[in-house]
């Protein structure tokens, strides 16, 4: 059964850092590119990073260049984000997403998400 | 970067109800328009990808259509498990935006 599970969310000061991780299964991890994408609360979705299946191409929502990092671990099935200066308005929960291999864009599973809040 | 701009941000309608759903893009993006369904307290689920294909599974009551800037999401017979905000996203060449969604309820 495919499965991406997201972990590492929690409460975090203004300025400081935090990694997320979404563990996957079921599936052959090295060939899909992933996302991540994530939600304030009360709003709609936000695109926040995508990272081809090698690992070699990344891309990031302006709101976030910069300051994030998106990378993977094809020998653990592990998506990673690393959120630094962090700030109130990152606080959402974000979920990793599995690209669609027929339609490049489209995403066609969804991490259950792990939830971010910036506060002092 | 290209906007994508929802309509209704809300509604309410009967159950057995034709229901549409608008979104546009600020510039061209071809057929390159996907829908998606999230339910409360849910992750959101694909409806509809290059504007107008059916995800696998997806019930053939809800339909989608358009290209260029103007796209719409059809539901031909609403029912109660199609409450729910639904998103437009707008993909191939990033940044891949969202729409603000569209909350449908029952009446």
């Known amino acids: 059964e495919l499965q991406l599970v997201d972990s590492g969310g929690g409460l975090v000061q203004p300025g400081g850092s935090l990694r997320l991780s979404c563990a996957a299964s079921g599936f052959t991890f090295s060939t899909y590119a992933m996302s991540w994408v994530r939600q304030a609360p009360g709003k709609g979705l936000e695109w926040v990073s995508l990272?081809?299946?090698?690992?070699?191409?990344?891309y990031y929502a302006d709101s976030v260049k910069g300051r994030f990092t998106i990378s993977r671990d094809n020998s653990k099935n592990t998506l990673y984000l690393q959120m630094n200066s962090l700030r109130a308005e990152d606080t959402a929960v974000y979920s990793c997403?599995?690209?669609?291999?027929?339609?490049?864009?489209?995403?066609?599973?969804w991490g259950q998400g792990t939830r971010v809040t910036v506060s002092s | 970067d290209i906007q994508m701009t929802q309509s209704p941000s809300s509604l309410s309608a009967s159950v057995g109800d034709r229901v549409t759903i608008t979104c546009r893009a600020s510039q061209a993006i071809s057929n390159s328009l996907a829908w998606y369904q999230q339910k409360p307290g849910k992750v959101p689920e694909l409806l509809i990808y290059a504007a107008s294909t059916l995800q696998s599974g997806v019930p053939s009551r809800f339909s989608g259509s358009g290209s260029g800037t103007d796209f719409t999401l059809t539901i031909s017979s609403l029912q109660p498990e199609d409450v729910a905000t639904y998103y437009c996203?707008?993909?191939?060449?990033?940044?891949?935006?969202f729409g603000q969604g569209t909350k449908v309820e029952i009446k």
């Open positions: 997403a599995r690209v669609s291999l027929a339609v490049w864009g489209v995403t066609d599973h």
């Open positions: 996203q707008k993909y191939k060449s990033v940044p891949w935006t």
């Open positions: 990272i081809s299946g090698s690992g070699g191409a990344t």
